[in-house]
């Protein structure tokens, strides 16, 4: 056989593969440490919105200056989120605190009653 002609087999194999792969898209969403209600609903609706369309959705809040003794309320707010959009999605990652962010990662659940 041919090595230019397995080459190009080969490429064409990976193109196929490739254009069946998923792409995952990864939505944002932040939150001061002492959001309002108002503006958490807000949020969570584009949330809801986010997990539906099927993207996996990060949510974090970021601290401000001296902000950061409120860590505790950040990680309130963000598992308040995740309880809240327990039905529709599940906690990849829990809030963790990186430098002057906390975040969390919630994958959508995928409906098997196709």
Known sequence: MD???FLYEQ???EKVLKAKATKVV???IRF???TDDHDYDFKKKHAEKFL???AKLKAYVFF???SIVYKDQGEILLLKLASELEEIGK???MPKLEGKRMTMFIAPKTNKKN
Do not use: C
Request: hydrophobic share 10%.
């Open 26 to 28: 990864i939505k944002e």
């Open 3 to 5: 090595y230019k002609k």
């Open 32 to 34: 001061g440490p002492q």
């Open 52 to 54: 539906k369309d099927g």
């Open 91 to 93: 906690v990849e990652q």
């Open 11 to 13: 490429k064409k194999r």
């Open 64 to 66: 401000k200056g001296r």
